[in-house]
């Protein structure tokens, strides 16, 4: 009790002082303890000290990379002419020089300028007449590219009929094709047979070449390519003549236009036209022309069926 009377009658401090040692005096080993736990406590705790040395190893880092990024390009764009260097080099060194080939041995030869003048003033003509025929004068004319017109005359009727002609690629091609076959300009074959028809109509097949020029005449021929030939004009004057009567039809006598039609699904069937496809167009706009009857646009439309199988 004299203990307890002295710790309340003393100050804060001397009280806590006099606990202590009251602590060390009953239990010195629990205060020993106690006391190494508050110094450790205390030195876990981070120092104020050492966060300016952190911080200036933050800021150091940086500079001393880009001090050493500018030396290492340096270094690796070295290594990479010393290897550029070897590289040539070795190529330089190994390969075996190659011969050098003369142009005019690899190259194939050039038109010559006469050939392609002579191709460019080739001009070709068929000519068909029978004066009993309803269609009694038939002339084809045309460059090599297909490029020319057809000149008609109708029975009864003095005035001839001259319309601009475009033969497709295709049947361009094959004409040409049959023209080549028969060696026109080179040969002087007679392609009129032994036989006469001269009711089926005379032909003529004229080619021009510069000053070379020749002409063949005949009614009936045994030649199978001059009969090829004459078949493909003729199937060339057939689909030019049949767009011209569609196009009068159109614009002055629309109630012809179904006769026209049943007469271009004849043609077709019997594989009388040059080139069908050339009248794509053609059928596509009778389709929709509100001047012609309705059947004839109906029948156009079977017939660009009828074409695209």
Same mark, same amino acid.
């Given at each position: 009790?004299?203990?307890?009377?002295?710790?309340?009658?003393? =100050?804060?401090?001397?009280?806590?002082?006099?606990?202590?040692?009251?602590?060390?005096?009953?239990?010195?080993?629990?205060?020993? +303890?106690?006391?190494?736990?508050?110094? +450790?406590?205390? =030195? &876990?705790?981070?120092?104020?000290?050492?966060?300016?040395?952190?911080?200036?190893?933050?800021?150091?880092?940086?500079?001393?990379?880009?001090?050493?990024?500018?030396?290492?390009?340096?270094?690796?764009?070295? +290594?990479?002419?010393?290897?550029?260097?070897?590289?040539?080099?070795?190529?330089?060194?190994?390969?075996?020089a190659q011969p050098i080939v003369p142009?005019? =041995?690899?190259?194939?030869?050039?038109?010559?300028?006469?050939? @392609?003048?002579?191709?460019?003033?080739?001009?070709?003509?068929?000519?068909?007449?029978?004066?009993?025929?309803?269609?009694?004068?038939?002339?084809?004319?045309?460059?090599?590219?297909?490029?020319?017109?057809?000149?008609?005359?109708?029975?009864?009727?003095?005035?001839?009929?001259?319309?601009?002609?475009?033969?497709?690629? +295709?049947?361009?091609?094959?004409?040409?094709?049959?023209?080549?076959?028969?060696?026109?300009?080179?040969?002087?074959?007679?392609?009129?047979?032994?036989?006469?028809?001269?009711?089926?109509?005379?032909?003529?097949? @004229?080619?021009?070449?510069?000053?070379?020029?020749?002409?063949?005449?005949?009614?009936?021929?045994?030649?199978?390519?001059?009969?090829?030939?004459?078949?493909?004009?003729?199937?060339?004057?057939?689909?030019?003549?049949?767009?011209?009567?569609? =196009?009068?039809?159109?614009?002055?006598?629309?109630?012809?236009?179904?006769?026209?039609?049943? &007469?271009?699904?004849?043609?077709?069937? @019997?594989?009388?036209?040059?080139?069908?496809?050339?009248?794509?167009?053609?059928?596509?706009?009778?389709?929709?022309?509100?001047?012609?009857?309705?059947?004839?646009?109906?029948?156009?439309?079977?017939?660009?069926?009828?074409?695209?199988?």
């Amino acid at each position: 009790m004299n203990a307890d009377q002295n710790w309340t009658n003393g =100050s804060g401090s001397e009280n806590r002082q006099k606990l202590f040692e009251f602590s060390i005096r009953v239990n010195p080993r629990k205060s020993a +303890a106690n006391l190494l736990k508050q110094t +450790a406590s205390i =030195s &876990q705790q981070p120092s104020i000290s050492l966060k300016w040395p952190r911080h200036f190893q933050i800021v150091k880092k940086p500079t001393i990379k880009f001090r050493i990024l500018p030396a290492a390009f340096l270094v690796l764009s070295a +290594a990479v002419l010393v290897v550029a260097q070897q590289s040539s080099g070795t190529k330089q060194n190994t390969r075996p020089a190659q011969p050098i080939v003369p142009a005019a =041995s690899s190259a194939k030869p050039a038109a010559s300028p006469s050939t @392609r003048e002579d191709s460019k003033h080739t001009r070709f003509e068929y000519e068909f007449t029978q004066p009993q025929f309803f269609i009694r004068h038939i002339v084809i004319e045309h460059d090599q590219d297909g490029h020319g017109s057809i000149t008609f005359e109708r029975r009864n009727e003095e005035t001839p009929y001259k319309e601009p002609l475009e033969l497709s690629a +295709a049947a361009s091609a094959r004409i040409a094709s049959l023209w080549q076959a028969l060696r026109f300009l080179d040969s002087n074959e007679d392609y009129q047979s032994a036989r006469q028809y001269p009711h089926l109509g005379t032909m003529h097949l @004229r080619m021009d070449q510069n000053s070379r020029k020749r002409i063949a005449e005949f009614n009936w021929t045994n030649n199978k390519d001059a009969a090829a030939l004459v078949a493909e004009y003729r199937r060339a004057a057939d689909q030019a003549i049949l767009i011209f009567d569609l =196009s009068i039809a159109r614009e002055n006598q629309p109630l012809n236009s179904p006769k026209l039609m049943d &007469q271009l699904e004849d043609m077709l069937k @019997r594989n009388a036209l040059s080139d069908p496809h050339q009248l794509v167009p053609l059928l596509k706009d009778i389709t929709s022309d509100d001047h012609l009857p309705l059947i004839a646009r109906n029948h156009a439309t079977r017939l660009l069926k009828l074409i695209d199988k």
